[in-house]
């Protein structure tokens, strides 16, 4: 008797409805989570504007502008058909043009 009162508790509306509130409840907070993190992760605060960039072929204009020196930059394009530039938007920003 007393399986069959326990079974017809888990089958009934309530509490299956119950459930999908609370999966619901867990969604919303997990999905709200993962958008705070990643807003938090892309603000400004994070931006830099390296020096270099990586030229050439594969990488277009203005490349892959990830290194703070020349040095970085040239071991990098050792033994591709690479080069290295300055970032247009570091040299516009020195001579007043970019802000």
Same mark, same amino acid.
């Given at each position: 008797m007393a399986s069959v009162d326990l079974w @017809?508790?888990?089958?009934s509306? &309530? +509490? #299956? $409805? *119950?459930?999908?509130?609370?999966?619901q409840n867990l969604l919303g907070v997990a999905l709200? =989570?993962?958008? #705070?993190? =990643? #807003?938090?992760?892309?603000s400004p605060a994070s931006a830099r504007d390296y020096r270099y960039c990586l030229q050439g072929k594969q990488w277009g204009y203005p490349g @892959?502008?990830? +290194? $703070?020196t020349?040095? *970085?930059c040239m071991a990098t394009a &050792?033994? =591709?058909?690479a080069y290295c530039g300055i @970032?247009?938007?570091?040299? +516009?920003r020195e001579r007043g043009f970019y802000r």
């Open positions: @017809n508790i888990l089958v509306g &309530s +509490f #299956i $409805s *119950q459930r999908r509130r609370e999966m709200l =989570t993962v958008f #705070i993190l =990643t #807003i938090a992760a892309a @892959n502008c990830q +290194f $703070s020349y040095r *970085q &050792s033994g =591709t058909d @970032n247009p938007r570091v040299a +516009f």
